[in-house]
């Protein structure tokens, strides 16, 4: 059963129209790259799947028991995420908040997913540490852990190694594989770099104000567009 399925959806930025008549599905323990290249509407979806920004047209659906304020989120890195003053922990931890309800406190539950998430992507000795003074792969480590504890079902990571060198890159992805693979979790991820998205995705999204292509990883390989864009193609 779908996750998530877009029946007929059009998504606009700032006025402008950037993606049109876009059907597709996400289901349990898919991992779907989202590529295309830059203002072909990428991030702009998957802002509108958190509902941060609303559908033009046509419709976003959940299904499966999945609820919007239950997808995990890996946002784009900025400056403001890269000073904030707060422990490993704190910030893991707050990937809680939308489960918290009315509570005014976290749970022993909560605290305790918090410690797995970090144990998961190895980071639970530096639980204490300041957030900003982390290296770049720690630092998305962390924020990975945190959308982690939010979610069950759906991971939703944007442009997650951007400014990572190639080793902790190579990382990331193969924490990010592991995750999908070992959890069942769902991974939406998008990334400009269409090569490893290829690599490692079960399916591909290629958007250009339409979708140009939506399938699995291996039928891109060999479709046109595919080949196009990875360089004369690859063997499957």
Sequence with gaps: MALIKCENVSIGYEGQTVVKDL???????????????NGSGKSTLVKSILGLKAVESGAILFGDGLKQNEIGYLPQQTDVQKDFPASVYEVVLSGRL?????????????KQQAYEKMEILGIRDLARQCFRDLSGGQKQRAL???ALCATKKLLL??????????????????LIRRINRESGIAVVMVSHDIESAVEDASHILHLQEKVLFFGTAEDYRKS??????????QNA
Excluded: H, M, W
């Design 23 to 37: 059907n597709f599905e996400i289901s349990t323990g898919d991992y779907l790259c989202i590529v295309g290249e």
């Design 98 to 110: 939308n489960s918290r309800g009315f509570r005014p406190f976290y749970t022993a539950a909560d």
């Design 144 to 146: 990975l852990a945190r």
């Design 157 to 174: 990571l944007d442009e997650p190694v951007t400014g990572l060198d190639p080793i902790v890159t190579a990382e990331f992805y193969q």
């Design 224 to 233: 046109r567009i595919g080949k196009t864009f990875l360089g004369g193609g």
